[in-house]
């Protein structure tokens, strides 16, 4: 499979793969870890959101307990408590009346393309390689992406001269997406300087941008940076936010959050979080109440902020990055210069570029004869550019599988080198 | 508002009345009733399906609960409870391997139409009055929808009318949507014969059917019919079914159901789901595994079937029928001939047909002068058919409440009887 291919398709490949190889080491899936899943224990802080929703709406608990049960508000209830845990853990300032709660992030993304696309000229800026759950949905919906395949600090001389080529074809940018801290695939950070560059350019040209933020709570070194959200003074980024790896992927909660004024407009921002809202109500009616009262009691809980229960995850991760750094080091050192990866300062993944292709081949050979599933690079990429990289997820895997698992990819690799050229390019 | 304006505005000018009229009896929403509603039970047999699960898949109970904390199978997994429920309680056969998992019905609707209109000649046909969440998808899909403006059994012969009209314009007739049981709005009830015959003829003309039946164990007399869904031997109806009646709407948990040989052919079948599940993955990843597990684990504690579930409030709807019955024929009898309303079998609703419109003007006099809350028809209409019906839903109201909001609304039509035509049909 190569980056022309459809996005659609690579993830039955990694399920395939996933499937026919079960006792393969996988660094293919940015799953969180499992070490600190405690849902018996997170479910039982349901009556804990009752009682705070009861008396909110001056309920009796059985009244609340009743309403929570049933249909609901298209944009959510946990709305005051999102805003409150994204201001101590994000730095976020925003009113509840900015939030929307969405069925995981995935259909924030979806809402978003969905409300913010209108016509076949407007265009969907990435950074490539990019994350397939935005240009899977963008390939769905028939909306053109471009791509910007540079180094992270490049990317506003990147947008620059993507945003006049397109205008030069009568295409209109109409929003860039970006994960700005730890992005999935790459892991790469954008600096504070470029986050706000990127905003005035966005601004002045009435981009959107659509800032997702899944892994900014997992940092393991260096000083945290700004939201893009917490920057913006020009209303042009949009939030999009998860509790699938702050608490668990299972309750499918997300949220996205909207500026004050939209383009420095209140109506403009009304009117879309009014459209994804109608939009919403078709697709989903609303997220499920189940799952926001046991995130808004598990909030309540832990008084609002989610930095208590994500301590032992970074703690892990932390260690995990480091076992996978040392690991590659240690198999890779030999070929200095001809191989070399990424030190991300936080997240779930890394990248590692080979002097060969990684394609979907050489991934499926990996899985099959060294039991070590993957991700080419490729899968996420709109060009070639990323033929010879593959990313690393070190998030759901013991130190130990981390150990075994690069050292499996090293053989692999020892044996590719060793190949002829022409072969091991094809 | 007409049949005319779009779907998108009803739900808000409905909840916007609700808003405003806070203290109205409301005969406008179809929710279920919250007397069984035992949540905090129900969230208690999340560990019976878990230790259904770890012996499934061969896992320690404690793992099993780490794998339904994550993210899942995009096909759901209660896919084999859900086989077994409908087989008890609908008389439906068929394997899991046909079962979608959707986050709620509605979900299952949005994937169905966006899975099976591809071409801008693909049309949409349904009964008119039809529920706005299945014509508000299409509409936001830009997906051409044709009305069947008819009494029920006459559903074919408008079928096969507009069928021959729309081929005469070069278009594909692509599915028809029908609620078989108990319809919403209508509460009417599509016979055995007339079942088969549509079968025949939508399997003669590849048009699939989409049988959406939220309805169909709450039948309060008569026999029941079997759904099209077990009649079809032709392999051309998709079954759309919701636990958010017969548990609760808040886990929204509901699923589809594809033949095992779409149009005589396995392969459509698997084309089919395929390009759901593809969809599905990029819409909202996987239902919540929390709510699955609890659907699941309450199906297991009720031995796979929701009958005796249900019990209690089929009870509780036959009596607000009754009541409801009753009450129209106390109020109104004075104007026989001119007023007049069906009894339905089953379900959440009635209709009430009046001498004059009842439009979102009317709808909006009575909740402000009257205090009591009724959908025009005309918001579920395609055409002008309509502009003379309300819709009653009984299901989430007391007795008490019925009569007296019974006694408004005929305090609200005494008013109008007295009003000169002209203005009474404004």
């Given amino acids: 499979m ?40 997170w479910m039982a802080q349901f009556p804990l959101f009752a009682r705070h929703f009861a008396a909110a709406h001056s309920l009796s608990e059985e009244a609340a307990v009743n309403v929570l049960s049933q249909y609901g508000r298209t944009n959510g209830i946990i709305d005051d408590l999102i805003a409150a845990q994204v201001g101590l853990d994000e730095g976020i300032a925003c009113g509840r009346e900015q939030i929307i709660v969405t069925a995981g992030c995935q259909e924030a993304i979806e809402l978003c393309l969905r409300a913010l696309f209108e016509s076949e000229r407007d265009v969907l800026l990435v950074r490539s390689p990019a994350y397939i759950g935005i240009t899977g949905v963008a390939e769905l919906h028939g909306i053109e992406v471009a791509g910007l395949s540079c180094a992270v600090d490049d990317t506003l001389a990147f947008l620059r001269a993507a945003v006049e080529r397109l205008e030069g074809e009568g295409k209109r940018p109409r929003a860039l997406y970006l994960v700005p801290d730890f992005d999935n695939p790459t892991g790469a950070v954008l600096s504070r300087a470029a986050r706000l560059e990127l905003i005035a350019f966005c601004s002045e040209k009435s981009i959107t941008v659509l800032e997702d933020n899944p892994y900014g709570m997992f940092r393991y070194e260096g000083e945290p940076i700004a939201p893009m959200f917490a920057l913006d003074q020009a209303g042009c980024v949009v939030y999009l936010g998860t509790y699938s790896k702050t608490i668990c992927p299972a309750l499918r909660v997300g949220f996205a959050i909207f500026p004050k004024q939209l383009g420095g407009s209140a109506e403009r921002t009304q009117a879309l979080m009014h459209k994804i809202s109608q939009i919403k109500s078709l697709l989903t009616c609303n997220t499920s109440q189940v799952s926001q009262a046991i995130v808004g009691g598990l909030l309540l809980s832990e008084n609002g902020s989610l930095k208590r229960l994500v301590e032992g995850s970074v703690d892990l991760y932390r260690h995990n990055r480091d076992t996978m750094l040392a690991c590659l080091e240690e198999t890779f050192k030999k070929w200095e210069g001809r191989i070399s990866w990424n030190r991300p300062q936080g997240g779930f993944f890394l990248t ?72 091991a390019a094809d």
């Fill in 352 to 423: 590692l570029s080979l002097p060969f292709k990684f394609l979907g081949g050489e991934a499926a050979s990996c899985a099959r004869d060294y039991g070590v599933l993957a991700m080419p690079l490729s899968f996420f990429a709109l060009d070639e550019e990323q033929d010879y990289c593959l990313r690393l997820a070190f998030s759901n895997v013991t130190p130990e599988r981390i150990e075994e698992g690069i050292g499996r990819l090293g053989r692999f690799v020892e044996q590719r080198m060793a190949t002829p050229a022409e072969r």
């Fill in 2 to 41: 190569q980056g022309s291919s459809s996005r659609l398709d690579v993830m039955n490949f990694l399920n395939e793969m996933s499937g026919n190889f079960p006792n393969a080491i996988s660094f293919a899936s940015g799953r969180p870890t499992e070490q600190f899943f405690a849902l018996a224990h």
